[in-house]
C-alpha cells in the first residue's frame, strides 16, 4: 500500500510508513471515509430552515411527501432527517390509534343495534 502522505510503497499490512512513519491505518483507511461524510450535514438546522420546515408540514399530502423527502434524503442534514423519521413514526402511530379508535366505534355501535333488535 501507498503512504498518502510521502507515497512510498509499504508492505501489505505495514502499521507504520517506512519512509515518514506516518500511521497508514488511520490515514489510508479512516480518511476516505470522513471525505464521504459532508460536514454540513452535521451541521446545526437554522431557525430559517426550520420555519420553512413548518411551514410546508401545514400542507396536507405534500407535507407528507416532504417527510419522506427530507427522512431519506442523503443531502439533508442529520438533525432534520432524523425529526423527519420521528415525525413520520409519530404519524404511523396516531394513524393507528385513530382507526383503532374507530373501529372499536363501529363495534360499540353494531353491538347495540344488535342488542336492540332483540328487545
Ligand atoms: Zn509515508
Known amino acids: 500500500m501507498y503512504c498518502t502522505k510521502c507515497g512510498v510503497n509499504n508492505p ?3 502499521t507504520y510508513c517506512t519512509g515518514c512513519r506516518n500511521l497508514l491505518g488511520a490515514d489510508g483507511l479512516v480518511q476516505p471515509l470522513q471525505g464521504q461524510q459532508n460536514p454540513i450535514l452535521e451541521e446545526p438546522v437554522s431557525v430559517k430552515e426550520w420555519l420553512l420546515l413548518f411551514l410546508l408540514l401545514l400542507i ?10 427530507w427522512g431519506f434524503g442523503k443531502e439533508e442534514k442529520r438533525s432534520k432527517a432524523n425529526y423527519c423519521k420521528a415525525y413520520l413514526i409519530y404519524l404511523a402511530i396516531t394513524t393507528a390509534l385513530v382507526i383503532m379508535l374507530y373501529v372499536a366505534m363501529f363495534v360499540f355501535v353494531f353491538a347495540l343495534a344488535g342488542s336492540a333488535q332483540h328487545w
Open 12 to 14: 501489505v499490512g505495514a
Open 60 to 69: 396536507p399530502i405534500a407535507g407528507l411527501v416532504m417527510l419522506f423527502v
